[in-house]
C-alpha cells in the first residue's frame, strides 16, 4: 500500500509558505468569527473535509514556528 | 515469486470473519478525533525517540509517515480514507518536530537519484576548486609529475636481434 499523498503535501506547503505570519492570523481570526449560513450548508459540507485539512495543515505549521522561535529565542 | 511463497488456496477462509481488527468497523470515523490521537501519540517521548533514532538511520518521514498510518488501519483504529487525509498533516508535524530539535533527515519526496547526482556535482566542483588552489600554493616552479612535456626520456640503445642457427631438413640454403 502506497498513500500517495506528496502533491496535496506540496500543494498545501505552496498554499501556507506565501502568506506572512500576520495574514494567517487574520485569516485564522476570520474563520473564528464567521457562522455558516444555512444557505451554504451544503456546499460546506463537501468542502469540510479539505477544509479541516488546509486549517489543520496550517495550526501544524504555525506550531512548528512557534517552537522553532522560541527554541531559538532561549539559545 | 517462489513457487510456496503464497497462500494456500482457501486459507482466507481459515481464519474467522472480521477476526482481523482492520475486517471491522474502524474505532474512529472522525479525521478530527484520529488526528487528535495520532499527535497525541508521536507527541509522547519515547515515541519522539524513536522518530530521531529512525530517521538519523536513515528512515525517511514520508516512509515513517506511512508506516505509522498502515499501522493505524491494521490495528482498526481509523480507514484508509482518513489516512489519506492525515498523512500530509502528519507528515508536515514530524517535520517540524525534527526541524526544532535540530535533526538531519531525508524527507523522502524528492527523487533520490537525482539528489545523488547534484551531491555528485557538487563534491565535484568543490575538489576541483581545492586541486586547483593547491595548485596555486605550490606555484608554477613546481614540475608538474604528470606533465609529459618535462618528463625527460632516456634514449635506449638499439636492439640488435640475432637470427637462430636455422636447422632440420627443410632449411633452405642461400
Known amino acids: 500500500m502506497s498513500l500517495e499523498y506528496v502533491d496535496r503535501l506540496l500543494e498545501l506547503r505552496k498554499k501556507f509558505n506565501n502568506l506572512n505570519t500576520q495574514e494567517i492570523k487574520v485569516e485564522i481570526k476570520k474563520s473564528l468569527v464567521n457562522k455558516p449560513d444555512n444557505s451554504k450548508n451544503v456546499e460546506e459540507e463537501e468542502n469540510s473535509i479539505e477544509k479541516f485539512q488546509e486549517d489543520a495543515f496550517l495550526d501544524v505549521m504555525l506550531d512548528a514556528k512557534r517552537l522553532k522561535e522560541q527554541a531559538n529565542g532561549s539559545v | ?174
Open chain 2, 1 to 174: 515469486m517462489a513457487q510456496f511463497d503464497r497462500p494456500v488456496a482457501g486459507q482466507s477462509l481459515t481464519a474467522p470473519p472480521k477476526g482481523a481488527a482492520y475486517e471491522r468497523p474502524p474505532e474512529i470515523t472522525s479525521p478530527e478525533k484520529a488526528f487528535e490521537a495520532h499527535i497525541k501519540n508521536v507527541s509522547r517521548g519515547e515515541a519522539i525517540e524513536d522518530v530521531i533514532f529512525l530517521t538519523s538511520q536513515g528512515l525517511d518521514i514520508k516512509s515513517l509517515t506511512e508506516g505509522l498510518l498502515r499501522s493505524a488501519v491494521a490495528e482498526g483504529i481509523h480507514s484508509i480514507d482518513v489516512s489519506l487525509i492525515l498523512a500530509p498533516i502528519l507528515h508536515e508535524f514530524i517535520k517540524g518536530r525534527l526541524d526544532v530539535l535540530d535533526v538531519t533527515y531525508e524527507e523522502g519526496i524528492d527523487n533520490k537519484k537525482q539528489t545523488e547526482e547534484i551531491r555528485y556535482q557538487r563534491d565535484y566542483v568543490l575538489n576541483k576548486q581545492m586541486m586547483d588552489d593547491i595548485m596555486l600554493d605550490e606555484g608554477d616552479s613546481t614540475p608538474d609529475p604528470m606533465s609529459l612535456e618535462d618528463t625527460q626520456v632516456m634514449p635506449s640503445e638499439p636492439t640488435i636481434e640475432q637470427e637462430a642457427p636455422q636447422q632440420g631438413l627443410m632449411t633452405r640454403t642461400g
